[in-house]
């Protein structure tokens, strides 16, 4: 299970600060489990550099 924590600088999820987020939606029940639905914006690797890959020749 994911560690969230509000500071009072910011998000942390399992210690790492989290930046660059837009949306946070926090619910939480009588279990005392908490969901949280966030939007995170940045360059996901493999996605957003794909003109670095070459997917014709696998590296089989």
């Known amino acids: 299970m994911n560690n969230f924590e509000i ?6 999820i ?9 949306n946070l939606k926090i619910e939480s029940d009588i279990d005392n489990v908490t969901k949280l639905q966030i939007t995170l914006y940045g360059q996901l690797h493999g996605i957003d550099d794909v003109g670095t890959y070459n997917f014709r020749n696998p590296d089989l």
Not at 7 to 12: A, E, P, Q, V, W
Request: charged share 35%.
């Open 7 to 12: 500071k009072k600088d910011g998000l942390y």
């Open 14 to 22: 399992n210690g790492a600060k989290v930046t660059a987020y837009r």
